[in-house]
């Protein structure tokens, strides 16, 4: 898969290609029924990539906020917050939490936490 945007290097790279690869398909599955011409293509593509650089971007700054706090309850806000943005999915939240829960282990989230931060309505 080629990249879409410039390498963030905060970021891990499970985080990176999970966001591009989800987001992709989150957008070619919404412009699905349209018809399939180049002008449709290239609106999907200024789709995701506008939406996978501000996803990066919005998780690179939950990363440095946390820690420059070391604060769970404010992690755990950021990323109910987080999880409302269009294509945010179980997977993305996934290796989020995944990032945290091996990069800090002082950090662990209740069942309820995670149940809440991986209920996604389902289309």
Do not use: W
């Not at 609106?43 to 996803?55: G, V």
């Amino acid at each position: 898969m080629k990249p879409i945007s410039t390498k963030n290097n905060t970021l891990p790279d499970k985080i990176y290609l999970t966001v591009e690869k989800e987001l992709k398909l989150f957008y070619f599955s919404a412009f699905r029924r349209r018809p399939k011409n180049l002008l449709t293509l290239e609106l999907i593509k200024e789709c995701y990539s506008d939406q996978i650089n501000f996803f990066l971007n919005q998780i690179s700054q939950i990363i440095k906020s946390y820690k420059k706090s070391n604060n769970k309850k404010e992690l755990y806000s950021n990323l109910i917050e987080f999880k409302k943005n269009e294509g945010c999915n179980k997977k993305i939240m996934e290796s989020i939490i995944l990032h945290f829960s091996g990069s800090y282990e002082n950090l662990a989230f209740t069942s309820s936490e995670l149940k809440t931060l991986f209920l996604f309505e389902e289309k």
